[in-house]
């Protein structure tokens, strides 16, 4: 079964407006990670947050996480065409080993 | 610096039929990884490597075997392909276990 579950499983925005995504998880964790892949590619790391982190910021991106609720979230402002893509939360959670769980992803389009 | 790259980009194979896809990475990780990706799902983990000569199973071994004779280098084997091993293959690296991982293109395996 998968560690994280995205939520909403599919998103449509307009141009500029701001794209939020949630990830909940099961287990306790050391990070908790999100990856964008665009249609036909490989995965790409966005930002990690660790387990004893509130929020982190890159950019346009903002992640939060809450421990206590076993979710996170992340936001893009200003969304543009090009932040078209799926969204992964990945989890390192802390009797994983070496791996990471990801989640089934939220695909985001942003309309121009 | 290639990154992670996968070979081949594309293959289809009939049921029964052999294959191993290569996976090779530039940046002198320890640790290397092979997921599939299934249509509008996340990414499983099959097998894993935390070194050269060593490796693990992942969420969904059966009908995979994979070996790392060379810290550079990942392959992932089927031996007798069925059609339910139809799926995007991606591999990825990482310097330490649970920290960002960085994905190769991905190889587009259809089996009939």
């Known amino acids: 079964s998968q560690q994280g579950e995205e939520d909403p499983q599919a998103l449509s925005i307009q141009e500029g407006e701001n794209a939020t995504m949630n990830c909940s998880y099961k287990?306790?964790?050391?990070?908790l990670q999100w990856y964008r892949q665009n249609s036909g590619r490989g995965l790409v790391h966005l930002i990690l947050?660790?387990?004893?982190?509130r929020e982190k910021h890159s950019g346009r991106l903002r992640v939060t996480l809450d421990t206590s609720k076993k979710s996170s979230s992340l936001l893009i402002t200003a969304s543009r065409a090009a932040d078209t893509a799926s969204y992964f939360c990945a989890t390192d959670f802390n009797n994983a080993g070496n791996m990471l769980t990801f989640g089934g992803g939220t695909r985001l389009m942003v309309k121009p | 610096n290639a990154g992670v790259t996968q070979t081949p980009k594309f293959r289809v194979l009939k049921t029964g039929q052999s294959m191993t896809l290569l996976c090779a990475q530039d940046m002198n990780h320890e640790y290397m990884y092979w997921y599939r990706q299934d249509p509008g799902m996340g990414l499983r983990l099959i097998h894993y490597?935390?070194?050269?000569?060593?490796?693990a199973k992942g969420e969904v071994p059966d009908g995979y075997n994979v070996s790392r004779l060379k810290k550079q280098n990942f392959l992932l084997g089927l031996e007798s392909a069925a059609p339910s091993q139809t799926s995007v293959y991606f591999c990825?690296?990482?310097?330490?276990?649970?920290?960002?991982?960085?994905f190769g293109p991905g190889t587009r395996l259809t089996v009939l």
């Open positions: 287990t306790s964790i050391n990070n």
């Open positions: 990825a690296s990482s310097g330490t276990s649970g920290r960002t991982q960085y």
């Open positions: 490597s935390v070194g050269e000569g060593t490796t």
């Open positions: 947050i660790r387990s004893n982190e």
